[in-house]
Nanobody
Framework: QVQLVESGGGLVQPGGSLTLSCVAS????????IGWFRQVPGKEREGISS?????????YYSDSVKGRFAISKNSRDNTVWLQMNSLEPEDTAVYYC???????????????????WGPGTQVTVSS
């Protein structure tokens, strides 16, 4: 089975930064694109970023986060990272990592096609 565990959420002031991590097995990282989604209560779950299992520079960012967030991987800890900078209150959400078959699932927020979800981590941006 594919298991994902994200962490790193918390409370941050506007303009601040947080880094989220998503730990997965080597098999998962080798065979799935890893995406990040976020969800505000009452809203649709939104795909915001992904990174290819083949090329570390093959990444996707939604318009809402591009230029502020950066996705990366490291092989040492089998971890995908999401560095979030210049955070604003509208970034407040539960953030989920996900294993998907290709990046278009993330870009299209096609949540029904996600193979596996992490349990989520809360990010709150507030003064």
């Amino acid at each position: 089975q594919v298991q994902l565990v994200e962490s790193g959420g918390g409370l941050v002031q506007p303009g601040g930064s947080l880094t989220l991590s998503c730990v997965a097995s080597p098999f998962t990282l080798d065979h799935y694109t890893i995406g990040w989604f976020r969800q505000v209560p009452g809203k649709e779950r939104e795909g915001i970023s992904s990174i290819s299992q083949y090329y570390d520079d093959d990444t996707y960012y939604s318009d809402s986060v591009k230029g502020r967030f950066a996705i990366s991987k490291n092989s040492r800890d089998n971890t995908v990272w999401l560095q979030m900078n210049s955070l604003e209150p509208e970034d407040t959400a539960v953030y989920y990592c996900a294993a998907v078959r290709d990046w278009t699932i993330v870009a299209g927020s096609a949540t029904s096609l996600v193979d596996s979800w992490g349990p989520g981590t809360q990010v709150t941006v507030s003064s």
